[in-house]
């Protein structure tokens, strides 16, 4: 196992190593990978303008639901552009959130029934307000050339999938909160600690998924952790290397790019400590019971980035976890040809095992046999 991997050692049968896989079509700089590494689209495809297409979590949201809350995209800081990985089907960023507790509250219904009848109310004028854009929009629609139309049918097709959200979450308000100790729940975390806002996240992504308020997260790990993050500074300083940020050691070096290279140790200890939120996040997982094994069986994780120390769209450093009651089979370190296999072959494999009914996903060729049992 690799040493940055080691604190994932006890749960080798549990998770595969992808070597090699890209975006192999329209190959873009390294620096919009953030916007197009869960989409597999080339953002510059049309010249003069920025286009994207969505994301694989939210072809997931679509089908694995319904839950009270579509999905959860979650960041170290709130907003969109390179701060959040999910777009909708329109290619629109979702904002992603870094607020723990605004994170807690939009989770779960309220606990009282005073605050039940005002999410009611709630939801109820927010499904006037898609009712009246509708006419509006139809309105419209029928004064509109053909292309125009098409694109006013994908914002409809938005809309519908909003109202048909606010349809399920009036439902399960009526059956009220799951019951939880919420005693346990933290929602405070260390100033500037990447380790512990990712730890506090996963604790609210295991706690959804446990509750099933959710079954969709994503989660924006912080991008490269430069000097800004009191992380890196520690291993910055154990390593004995120079304080600047790791956009720069990844794409400049600093010399020699041997093993024994301070820049090359310091980052060495950011992917130890990924790895480790990983291992404890599948530690909790599989911690709860769940039909036919743990909530780890039943839940799919892909751990990974788009950056590559060439700033070109391949081998995107990628670990898939999880999942063996959907069918994956993992303890194994899978390798193929630069180029010969799209990450989007990982996203369809992913999508299938879900039970979701897609056949593609953007420049997918097939599912990967190999992760399945």
């Known amino acids: 196992i690799a040493p940055s991997h080691k604190p994932l050692a006890h749960h080798r049968d549990d998770f595969s190593v992808l070597t090699s896989l890209s975006h192999i079509e329209g190959r873009i700089s390294g620096h919009t990978h953030p916007y197009s590494w869960l989409t597999g689209h080339n953002i510059n495809l049309v010249p003069g303008t ?53 994170v807690f509250e939009s989770l779960f219904p309220p606990a009282d029934k005073a605050e039940i009848k005002k999410a009611q109310e709630r939801l109820a004028h927010h499904r006037s307000i898609l009712d009246t854009a509708m006419g509006n929009v139809n309105d419209i629609k029928r004064k509109l050339g053909r292309i125009d139309q098409q694109r006013i049918d994908q914002y409809l097709h938005s809309v519908r999938d909003v109202e048909k959200r606010l349809i399920q ?58 000097p800004n993050y009191d992380d890196y500074k520690d291993w910055a300083n154990k390593a004995g290397a120079r304080l600047r940020g790791t956009h720069d050691v990844h794409h400049k070096g600093g010399g020699n790019r041997g093993a024994d290279n301070p820049d090359v140790i ?43 120390a060439s700033h070109v769209g391949t081998s995107f450093p990628t670990i898939v976890a999880g999942g063996k009651a959907l069918g994956f089979k993992h303890g194994q370190h899978l390798r193929w040809r630069i180029d010969e296999r799209a990450i989007s072959d990982l996203y369809l494999t992913i999508l299938q095992q879900l039970g979701c009914p897609v056949d593609s996903f953007k420049e997918s060729s097939g599912p990967i046999s190999e992760l399945l049992v």
Not at 54 to 75: C, E, M, R
Request: net charge negative; hydrophobic share 40%.
């Open 266 to 308: 310091a980052l060495s200890y950011r992917d130890e400590m990924l790895c480790a939120c990983i291992a404890r996040f599948m530690d909790k997982l599989q911690a709860i019971e769940a039909s036919e094994g743990s909530l780890l069986d039943h839940t799919a994780i892909l751990f990974g980035g788009a950056q590559t």
């Open 169 to 226: 979450k009036e439902e399960i308000l009526v059956k009220g909160r799951p019951k939880f100790d919420d005693s346990k729940v933290r929602l405070d975390g260390q100033k500037n600690s990447m380790r512990d806002h990712i730890e506090l996240m996963t604790d609210l992504i295991v706690l959804a998924f446990q509750t099933d308020m959710t079954r969709v997260a994503t989660q924006n790990l912080g991008g490269e952790a430069g």
């Open 50 to 102: 920025k286009t994207n297409t969505i994301s694989v979590d939210q072809v997931a949201a679509k089908h694995i639901g319904p839950t009270y809350l579509n999905s959860l995209v979650l960041s170290w800081t709130s907003g969109v552009g390179t701060v959040t990985l999910s777009r909708n089907s329109l290619g629109v960023d979702i904002p992603a959130t870094a607020n723990y507790r605004g």
